[in-house]
């Protein structure tokens, strides 16, 4: 008879692989992070168990995913300096896509992309008043055709979803 | 010497023009100042071909849309929502209008609505008889939307742009309105 923690190590030990190679691709996402932590004095939350998390909880059509979540961030609404902050670390490759900056909510949200065969990695730094979070994943074909279609609107749902 | 120079010329005249053209107008960020919700999609040659790929062969729009887009070298959309009517002036319209008033602009749509204040014109640039851009600039009470389309562009395929990267579909039906002016 297995041994009933068997699948559980079987997962962990899928979830870590996964964590590692996508640790060895990260240095974009760990520079926009480090660019945060740099010029707003702030470090992003430590969250236990997060790509474990992720790796079941993650949106559809969506893999790879990265996420870093800034509490107690001070964000005024002014946008300029941040986009040069963000486009200055992430590297080339990467396209400016969608930005929208809501005055009501002191909110920005700059959404880049990074085309390459097949698929589309794509980074999200929204940026509210007193939080922040930097997202970067892969998307599906799929949802690329969602983004295509209607990019304003799909980044306006991405930051209703993450206001939620 | 006097005939390799003026090669010279001719040769880099394109690339000088091309230099020149510009994608989203220089002031155009005083508007999100008023602006409730400011919108921005920016896509560029390298991302517009990729894009491409990814537009339905099985739908026949997307398919017309995926062809006409791999020739583009870009698309750059700029859209303000305001909280309140009035909340920009006629001369930030007329400040973006001013943009195409040049001799390789034409402006080939005007529709005025006297009756829900929507305003939309859209203008050509031509170079060699064909079409290599499009500006489309529609202003309604609230909402103020810039669109520059770069590159050459089949008219009869313009359509079918519509409704795909954040560009608005150009309602045709509401040229026969008769509240137009």
């Known amino acids: 008879m297995k041994s009933p923690t068997a699948p559980v190590l079987l997962i962990s030990l899928v979830v870590l692989c996964a964590i590692t190679v996508a640790n060895a691709s990260d240095h974009e996402f760990k520079g926009v992070v480090h660019a945060i932590e740099a010029n707003y004095g702030v470090h992003h939350m430590h969250i236990p168990l997060l790509g474990f998390a992720m790796f079941f909880a993650r949106p559809e059509g969506v893999s790879g995913m990265k996420l870093a979540v800034f509490e107690n961030f001070h964000f005024s609404g002014e946008s300029e300096h941040v986009t040069h902050l963000i486009e200055d670390s992430l590297g080339e490759g990467w396209f400016p896509f969608v930005k929208v900056r809501s005055k009501a909510d002191s909110e920005t949200t700059l959404i880049y992309t990074n085309p390459s065969g097949g698929k589309m990695r794509m980074m999200i730094v929204s940026l509210e008043a007193t939080e922040a979070t930097v997202v970067e994943f892969n998307l599906s074909e799929r949802s690329i055709q969602g983004w295509l279609k209607e990019p304003g609107e799909m980044a306006d749902d991405h930051r209703h979803h993450h206001l939620d | ?181």
């Open chain 2, 1 to 181: 010497m006097r005939k390799t120079l003026l090669l010279m010329l001719l040769l880099a005249a394109p690339i000088t023009a091309r230099a020149q053209e510009f994608k989203i107008p220089p002031n155009i960020d005083r508007l999100s100042a008023k602006a409730k919700e400011t919108v921005e999609v920016t896509m560029e040659g390298p991302m517009l071909r990729w894009a491409s790929k990814f537009l339905s062969a099985e739908d026949p729009e997307e398919a017309k849309c995926a062809k006409l887009v791999q020739n583009l070298r870009g698309i750059y959309v700029r859209s303000f929502e305001f909280d309140k009517e009035s909340a920009y002036s006629n001369e930030d319209v007329e400040q973006l209008r001013a943009l195409v008033h040049s001799p390789e602009w034409t402006r080939v749509v005007g529709v005025r609505s006297v009756h829900d204040g929507e305003n939309v014109d859209v203008y050509f640039k031509l170079e060699n008889d064909k079409m290599a851009g499009i500006i489309v600039i529609a202003a309604e009470p609230k909402e103020l939307t810039f669109v520059n389309i770069v590159g050459p562009i089949d008219v009869d395929q313009l359509a079918d742009l519509g409704g795909e990267f954040g560009i608005p579909r150009l309602d045709t039906s509401s040229a026969k309105k008769g509240d137009r002016r």
